[in-house]
């Protein structure tokens, strides 16, 4: 199938866009990639890139054992900054290059266009325990204009669905909880708001614990074409000395004719830049992103005091995955969910389930 992945970043780069469509044959580029025949449909994956939270370092820290006063949610689950990598427009690039990208070890976002076809290679993505996000269906403007591939499906929420019904059928995905928007055009936010978790966008910047960035309009770091890994580093360092979220995005990785490659060569020396300091939780879209939403909801959730005892109370936003948790820490009393108190981990938290909605601390 012809199509044409010049995709995203704005206004300002419709020249270096126009430019990319020609040549722009996914077909002839992704020719190593497995062959495009409709996948038999695969039983539900509830995971869909869904994990727990990273494993830190026993310290032996004790219980707290001061009296019952508050709690305090650890920014990014006890880790210094988070690094997402997510990667748009299905291109072959990316699974040519997956081998290596799953060798570092590290979980990844990838944003599907549905007219790009299945393939054997994203299930092999999928089922790796990788988050798939919805791209939509043909990559058009939210106003159905310059769609990069096959024709606007008549509305967003069109479009959302039918890339949703693609990833269910093509490979057991029973649940989208991201998406990026088509050439960073906001006008598809509000849609996205009835539909996902969370929404990425294209404007540039980082996000910081309880900060008011727009959950529907994702800030990011937008790898351009040629990019090595010290441009990339100098992100990851300025994220971990400001306790900040990065979210990568990356389009091709050489060959495919896709929007501003990068050699994966870059990438991957970068991706180890970040694990090497051994503080940075680098995860998907989902998993930092709910952590982000989660703390948000108990620091601004409902205080109720008496007897002694802290009830706090909170609501998780729309779209929010199940099972996920957050850790905490008290000045002391026991942590209570249920009825049932909390074990104390000795790396110094508390992980406090957030479907429940409200927790306990008691003398
Ligand atoms: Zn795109």
Redesign the pocket.
């Known amino acids: 199938m012809k199509l044409a992945m010049a995709?995203?970043l704005p206004a300002l780069s419709f020249a270096a866009v126009s430019g990319s469509l020609r040549g722009a044959d996914a077909d002839g580029a992704s020719s190593s990639r497995v062959a495009a025949a409709p996948i038999a449909s695969q039983p539900p994956s509830v995971m869909n890139g869904l994990a727990g939270l990273p494993a830190l370092p026993d310290k032996d820290l004790p219980k707290p054992s001061g009296p019952v006063g508050g709690l305090k949610v650890l920014n990014w689950a006890g880790f210094s900054a988070a690094v997402t990598y997510t990667f748009?427009?299905s291109l072959a690039s990316q699974l040519a290059h997956y081998a290596q990208l799953r060798a570092t070890g590290v979980r990844m976002t990838f944003?599907q266009?549905s007219a790009a076809g299945a393939s054997t290679g994203w299930q092999q993505v999928v089922n790796d325990g990788n988050e798939l996000g919805n791209?939509t269906a043909h990559?058009c403007h939210a106003d159905g204009s310059g769609c990069?591939a096959g024709a606007w499906a008549g509305s967003r929420t069109a479009e959302y669905a039918e890339c949703n019904r693609f990833l269910a059928q093509s490979y057991g995905i029973g649940h989208v909880w991201t998406t990026?928007t088509?050439?960073g055009d906001t006008g598809y936010d509000t849609t996205a708001a009835t539909l996902f978790f969370l929404n990425r966008g294209v404007q540039g910047g980082q996000i910081a614990p309880g900060d008011a960035t727009d959950p529907y309009n994702l800030r990011i770091y937008g790898a351009s074409a040629g990019q090595t890994a010290s441009a990339f580093d100098a992100q990851i360092d300025a994220a971990r000395a400001a306790g900040n979220w990065l979210i990568f995005l990356f389009?091709s990785l050489g060959g495919d004719g896709g929007?501003a490659p990068v050699q994966a060569a870059g990438l991957l020396a970068s991706i180890g830049h970040a694990k090497a300091f051994g503080d940075v939780w680098i995860d998907d879209m989902v998993n930092i992103g709910s952590y982000w939403e989660g703390q948000k909801a108990i620091e601004t959730g409902k205080i109720d005091r008496s007897g002694g005892k802290i009830v706090v109370s909170w609501k998780l936003p729309a779209h929010f995955p199940p099972g996920r948790h957050v850790r905490i820490t008290v000045p002391g009393g026991t942590v209570e969910q249920n009825g049932v108190a909390l074990a104390w981990n000795g790396a110094g938290y508390y992980e406090v389930a957030l479907d429940p909605g409200s927790l306990a601390i008691v003398p």
């Open positions: 995709f995203l748009d427009d944003f266009v791209h990559h990069a990026a088509p050439y389009h929007y």
